[in-house]
């Protein structure tokens, strides 16, 4: 059973800078996709950026330049680098396992973690 636990999450002021990271398990071989998603009040679980095993990534329009993805393929590690944060970016931030290709469509996520929260300030 595939596993992902997230940490990292907390308050940053607008303009800083903030690091989450995703830890998985349970794979039983090393073609896998590992996704952030996140879920603002009132608003539905978009897509932010995913990697794959292959190190291929895919961006929201929304984060793109701003947010780096990456993964330690060795410790089955994902990170996600958030930079230049807005206050827009005020979300519970999940991490979520998929197969290849690279993809941010919610439906093609089985397995999340529980979710941690990112609050920027003004």
Same mark, same amino acid.
């Given at each position: 059973?595939?596993? $992902? $636990?997230?940490?990292? +999450? ?15 398990? +349970? ?20 897509? $932010? ?35 230049? $944060? ?23 996520? +089985? ?12």
């Amino acid at each position: 059973q595939v596993q $992902v $636990v997230e940490s990292g +999450g907390g308050l940053v002021q607008a303009g800083g800078s903030l690091r989450l990271t995703c830890t998985a398990s +349970g794979y039983t071989d090393n073609f896998y996709t590992l996704g952030w998603f996140r879920q603002a009040p009132g608003k539905a679980r978009e897509g $932010v950026a995913a990697i794959d095993s292959d190190g291929k990534t895919l961006y929201a329009d929304s984060v793109q330049a701003r947010f780096t993805i990456s993964l330690d393929n060795a410790r089955k590690t994902l990170y996600l680098q958030m930079d230049k $944060v807005k206050t827009e970016d005020t979300a519970m931030y999940y991490c979520g396992s998929s197969n290849p290709p690279v993809t941010i469509r919610e439906p093609d996520y +089985g397995y999340w973690g529980q979710g941690i929260q990112v609050t920027v300030s003004a």
